[in-house]
């Protein structure tokens, strides 16, 4: 005679328990949106994660407007035009580093464990959060152009203008910050990714052309600031939004959004599978 032994699931790893092996892309999609807004309902609960997006922004196009405005371009007014985009530029990549961090903080305190024991895309606990970043990267934008209207700017590409560049900088954070998600399943803890990303960070965004013309520069640093892909996503933001005109500039801006993607998704996904 034999007997049954039942054994809780609970004992047993992931990879024993009997799951679903993969979903649907109609399953994927609802598990994306759904962890992003709990990303979204982490940020209203948590108000300081968005300091980045809302007061930095207010802090930049203050100071460096006040600052550099009569010496760059003879005044505050004057100079606007060629803050302001490049601003935008800015702090979208810095709001960045926060996907990184946020990815390493949620890692370090378990929660990537239980999303491993559950049937869902592996791709779903990274892109959720990413979904809902757009929304960090949009308010971004529109706090520096608000500052900046307030200042004085008006841009000369009127509405259409300003949202195809609000959109095209929201999509050049989204894509960027692939990276320092990447560095997030590397670094061993936040404060090290966050000391990576600003490695990082700050010298795509100062040896741009986002507070100067590149013609102002020393001619070995013209050539740093040219092949510097965030040059060309703030003269296409500038072209966008004064001229209300579509440049090459933002095909190479988009490119280089896609070239990124490309390649440091796949890499993201990878890392993430190994640490979790």
Avoid at 171 to 178: D, E, L, R, Y
Wanted: with cysteine.
């Amino acid at each position: 005679m034999t007997a049954a032994i039942t054994i809780p699931t609970t004992t047993l790893r992931p990879s024993q328990r009997t799951i679903k092996e993969s979903v649907t892309t109609r399953e994927a999609l609802s598990q994306i949106t759904t962890l992003a807004w709990r990303a979204l309902i982490k940020m209203r609960r948590n108000p300081e994660q968005l300091v980045d997006v809302t007061a930095m922004p207010v802090l930049f196009t203050v100071m460096f407007g006040l600052m550099f405005g009569g010496a760059v371009s003879g005044s505050t007014a004057q100079y606007l035009p060629t803050l302001i985009p490049g601003i935008i530029a800015m702090t979208t990549i810095t709001a960045c580093v926060g996907a990184g961090i946020q990815l390493r903080e949620d890692m370090d305190k378990g929660v990537f464990d239980r999303f491993r024991s559950l049937p869902i895309a592996r791709i779903a606990p990274l892109a959720g959060p990413m979904l809902a970043d757009l929304a960090r990267y949009a308010i971004a934008a529109g706090v520096t152009l608000t500052v900046g209207i307030i200042m004085g700017y008006r841009p000369g590409g009127g509405i259409p203008g300003v949202l195809a560049a609000v959109v095209l900088a929201v999509i050049t954070g989204w894509s960027i910050a692939w990276i320092f998600m990447w560095i997030g399943t590397k670094a061993r803890s936040a404060g090290a990714v966050q000391g990576l990303s600003m490695m990082l960070m700050f010298p795509l965004a100062f040896l741009s052309n986002a507070f100067v013309s590149v013609d102002t520069l020393p001619g070995w640093l013209q050539g740093v600031t040219r092949v510097n892909p965030v040059s060309h996503v703030v003269s296409a933001l500038r072209g966008l939004m004064n001229d209300g005109i579509i440049t090459a500039q933002v095909g190479w801006a988009l490119l280089g959004c896609c070239a990124v993607a490309a390649i440091f998704i796949p890499l993201t996904v990878r890392s993430y599978s190994k640490r979790v």
